[in-house]
């Protein structure tokens, strides 16, 4: 059975920083491209960063580009998401998905991913 757990999330105040963490089981990791969505309140959820557990490439929303990074660590089947310089609009619960894919796509299209994490929530306060 695939699982993917998000964790990490918290109350952080603008400027401040936090690290997500996604742990996968129940797949081979190498063969997936793991990304980070988010979904604020009354909005639709939004591709924020993915990256190839393959080769390592990475892709960035051009919201968290220079303030987001996202990397891998194989031997733990983990995935991390480094977020510096938060703003209150970063407030969103955060979700991990896994997509059967070695080589990152253009953008991060969220019915290509297959399996989902149950979220963690993020609050920046202002």
């Known amino acids: 059975e695939v699982q993917l757990v998000d964790s990490g999330g918290g109350l952080a105040q603008a400027g401040g920083s936090l690290r997500l963490s996604c742990a996968a089981s129940?797949?081979?990791?190498?063969?997936?491209?793991i990304g980070w969505f988010r979904q604020a309140p009354g909005k639709e959820r939004e591709g924020v960063s993915s990256i190839s557990t393959y080769d390592g490439s990475t892709y960035y929303a051009d919201s968290v580009k220079e303030r987001f990074t996202i990397s891998r660590d194989n031997a733990k089947n983990t995935v991390y998401l480094q977020m510096n310089s938060l703003k209150h609009e970063d407030t969103a619960i955060y979700y991990c998905a896994a997509e059967a894919r070695v080589v990152l796509g253009a953008n991060m299209v969220i019915d290509e991913y297959d399996y989902w994490g149950q979220g963690t929530e993020v609050t920046v306060s202002t």
């Open positions: 129940g797949l081979t990791f190498d063969d997936y491209v």
